[in-house]
Structures are given as C-alpha cells and as structure tokens.
C-alpha cells in the first residue's frame, strides 16, 4: 500500500479514516477508530474499497451515515 497526492487530498473531508492504495491501483479507507459494536450490528464497516476515489469517498460516506442513523 502506498500514498498518494490524490489521495491526501481527501483526508481533512474524511478526518478518521486512513486512505490508501494498493500496489493494484485500488483504493482502501479503514477507519482509524472502530465503530460502537451497535453501528458495526446495524451493518457499518469499518474498512472499505473501490476503483476509484469517487466511489471510495461514497464508500466512506455509506459507512458514517450507518453511524448517523444509529445515533451513535
């Protein structure tokens, strides 16, 4: 895995979460903290990936609105 310019480009809009990329070219976030056990039961994840940094901040933002929604 390694970092890039693109990459470090969203980490402020995703403050938690550390982006990276694969030697393959894919992208990977994994949350730097867990989520409380009752966000991961309401189907968080707390790692996610995607082709590109579009779909990859979707992801992301998929996983925190669960969090949201669970008042948590």
């Known amino acids: ?5 693109a ?3 969203v980490r402020p809009v995703f ?3 550390r982006i ?3 030697d393959a070219g894919r992208l990977w ?8 056990l009752a966000v ?3 189907g968080a994840h ?3 990936d995607a082709d590109d940094l579009v779909e990859l901040c979707q992801a992301i933002a998929v ?3 669960i969090a949201e929604g669970t008042g948590q």
């Open 1 to 5: 895995m390694r970092h890039d310019r």
């Open 7 to 9: 990459v470090a480009a």
């Open 15 to 17: 403050a938690g979460w």
């Open 20 to 22: 990276m990329r694969s």
């Open 29 to 36: 976030a994994t949350r730097e903290r867990p989520f409380p």
């Open 40 to 42: 991961e039961e309401a």
């Open 46 to 48: 707390r790692t996610v």
């Open 63 to 65: 996983q925190e609105g």
